[in-house]
């Protein structure tokens, strides 16, 4: 009987043991591609490929679904999935799917600890120490922030988290996601809101939304001056939700007081990118998401769920609608 193969793509992760040993246990045969060998490694096993694991950066287009030849299930190894084109999957009848409640901690954990280094100028305070000085009154204004509005763009699982965990500094909560019902927010004892008014009322804006073709750009210049005077931006979504020349420029004029940025519109960025150099800005590199458990959690259930798909069952997460089962 011929093995099972799994097509890892991926040009991050260097070491694969933890997938390696759950393949291996399931007797499937695996392979690691990098995108300098891509071509060459469609053509002696990709194409025949069962299953594959794309990791997030690394295109999954039409190019490489359209030779596909086994494929029931492409996994996004995370919570993004843009980089997968999911017509050219649906099309074939293959799954698309991504781990969508992995993390949930540690980005939650990620966009407060951005929001409170921004409020609190870390950053400028920082760079002044090892620049051998001692003033605690050059960063001023820093406001206090009990009582102060938090804003989330989406209300989806991590924002839900971020929700409960801002709390506890006794902020104002208030959301815009006009996919989730009115209960939801409730039940959490956030206040929904339009996105005007999300933007008006936000001290701090926080953005938990996917990367699509109505989320791209949304924060223009003209809406970022909609925003209260000294409010901060956190994004550990996606890059390209900002425009990030207008908020180089907002930043600049004064009328926002600074943002945490795990995301950019291109990673890694420019070396022009003005946003690296700004006092106002913390920049972290897409790593809101990493700690011992959740790569460890990623890459053993992205794993177990190709192997539940290749063993006949639905698999988890399911991104796209296919007419017919592709197994």
């Known amino acids: 009987m011929t093995k099972k193969k799994v097509w890892i793509l991926d040009d991050e992760w260097f070491s694969h043991d933890v997938e390696m040993g759950i393949y291996s246990d399931h007797d499937i045969e695996y392979k690691v591609t990098r995108s300098e060998t891509v071509k060459e490694d469609?053509?002696?096993f990709?194409?025949?490929a069962d299953g594959i694991v794309a990791q997030i950066g690394f295109p999954c287009g039409r190019n490489i679904i359209s030779e596909l030849k086994n494929c029931k299930i492409i996994a996004a190894s995370g919570v993004g999935f843009n980089h997968i084109d999911m017509d050219a999957a649906t099309e074939?009848?293959?799954y698309v799917t991504n781990m969508a409640d992995y993390c949930i901690d540690e980005v939650s954990?990620?966009?407060?600890?951005?929001?409170?280094?921004?409020?609190r100028r870390l950053r400028a305070y920082n760079e002044q120490v090892r620049n051998l000085g001692w003033n605690p009154l050059d960063t001023l204004p820093i406001k206090r922030l009990r009582g102060r509005t938090?804003?989330?763009l989406g209300f989806g699982r991590i924002a839900k988290e971020v929700a409960r965990k801002f709390q506890v500094f006794g902020v104002h909560v208030i959301a815009h996601d006009k996919f989730v019902p009115e209960e939801a927010f409730?039940?959490?004892g956030v206040e929904s809101v339009t996105l005007d008014g999300l933007l008006e009322r936000s001290d701090i804006l926080s953005l938990h939304v996917p990367l699509t073709e109505q989320t791209k750009g949304l924060l223009d210049y003209d809406r970022m001056k909609q925003?209260?005077?000294g409010s901060i931006i956190i994004n550990t979504c996606r890059g390209a939700i900002i425009q990030e020349e207008a908020l180089s420029k907002v930043i600049k004029e004064g009328h926002i007081a600074?943002?945490?940025?795990d995301v950019l519109a291109e990673e890694p960025p420019s070396k022009t990118l003005d946003l690296l150099y700004m006092d106002e800005v913390f920049v972290t590199p897409h790593s809101s998401y990493v700690s011992v458990e959740s790569e460890y959690e990623l890459r053993s259930r992205t794993s177990l769920n190709v192997i539940r798909t290749l063993e006949g069952e639905r698999p988890e997460f399911v991104l796209n609608t296919i007419k017919e089962k592709a197994v």
Do not use: F, P, R
């Open 258 to 261: 600074g943002a945490g940025l």
């Open 150 to 152: 938090v804003g989330l």
């Open 42 to 44: 469609l053509e002696s």
């Open 186 to 188: 409730a039940e959490l």
């Open 227 to 229: 925003m209260q005077e």
């Open 92 to 94: 074939k009848g293959i």
């Open 109 to 119: 954990d990620h966009t407060i600890a951005l929001a409170l280094g921004v409020a």
């Open 46 to 48: 990709g194409k025949y």
